[in-house]
Every structure is written in structure tokens, then in C-alpha cells.
């Protein structure tokens, strides 16, 4: 159970530094074409699925914490 929970925390904080990389290149992206919609869209699409992988992180390190640690 231990060895699940940690490698969906791994995959979540992966999937978080991605979707924020993208959120972050898209409003740079929209900054440099002076693009005010872009930026926006990009903040829209985006921070929801950065906030719910961070929320996951967040909860499975949580549990991680408090579980009993097994030698591998």
C-alpha cells in the first residue's frame, strides 16, 4: 500500500511541475506578444488542474508521513 501511495505522490507532484511549467510558459508567452488574452485563458485552463494535483501531493504526503516506513 505504502509503495501505491508513493508512487502516485511521485506522479502527482511530476503532473503539478509540469502543468505549472505550462501555466507559467503560456502567460510568458502572452506577456512577450503582448497577448492579455492568452495570459488569461492560459491562467483559466490550467490553474485548476495545478491546484487539484497540489491538493493530491498535498494529502498523499500527508499519509506518507504518518505511515509506518518500510525498509526496501
Request: net charge positive.
Amino acid at each position: 500500500m505504502q509503495r501505491i501511495i508513493k508512487k502516485l505522490f511521485i506522479l502527482s507532484i511530476i503532473g503539478f511541475a509540469i502543468v505549472g511549467f505550462l501555466l507559467v510558459l503560456g502567460q510568458v508567452a502572452g506577456l512577450v506578444i503582448m497577448n492579455g488574452t492568452m495570459i488569461i485563458k492560459s491562467s483559466e485552463y490550467l490553474s485548476t488542474i495545478a491546484y487539484l494535483l497540489s491538493a493530491v501531493a498535498a494529502i498523499l504526503g500527508f499519509i506518507l508521513h504518518y505511515m509506518k516506513v518500510k525498509e526496501e
